[in-house]
C-alpha cells in the first residue's frame, strides 16, 4: 500500500509562512517525482509545482514563484514545500502526489497515481 501523507498545514495571517511535509512510504521514493496541487474552495484542482527525483522543480504557477519552494530529503522520504509571504489567495487544500521519474511539463491530475489526504492552509486577517 502506497501512502503519501502531508501536514504542517494550518490558519495563518497574510505575509506568514509554513512549511508542508509529504512523506511517503510503500514506494521507492528516490525514484519519484512529487508533485504539490491545490484546491481552493469552489475552485478546481490546480498544479502548484514539482519537485523530480534528482532535486530538479518546476513550477506550474506564476503567482507563487518567488514565495514557495520545494526540497527533498531521500533519507526521510519527505518532501518539502515552503511557503513564504502567504496571501489569501493561496487558501486551499494541499496535497501532494507520485508520478514517475520527472515532473511533468504540465499537470494533470490523472497522471498520478498515488494521492496524499491534504492538508488545509488558510491563509486570513
Known amino acids: 500500500q502506497v501512502t503519501l501523507v502531508e501536514s504542517g498545514g494550518g490558519s495563518v495571517q497574510p505575509g506568514d509562512s509554513l512549511r508542508l511535509s509529504c512523506t511517503a512510504s510503500?514506494?521507492?521514493?528516490?525514484?519519484?517525482?512529487i508533485a504539490w496541487f491545490r484546491q481552493a474552495p469552489g475552485k478546481d484542482r490546480e498544479g502548484v509545482l514539482c519537485i523530480g527525483n534528482r532535486g530538479d522543480s518546476r513550477y506550474y504557477l506564476d503567482s507563487v514563484k518567488g514565495r514557495f519552494s520545494v526540497s527533498r530529503d531521500n533519507a526521510k522520504n519527505t518532501v518539502y514545500l515552503q511557503m513564504t509571504d502567504l496571501k489569501r489567495e493561496d487558501t486551499a487544500d494541499y496535497s501532494c502526489a507520485a508520478e514517475g521519474l520527472f515532473c511533468s511539463v504540465r499537470p494533470e491530475t490523472k497522471r498520478y497515481d498515488h494521492w496524499g489526504q491534504g492538508t488545509r492552509v488558510t491563509v486570513s486577517s
Open positions: 510503500g514506494l521507492r521514493f528516490n525514484d519519484y517525482a
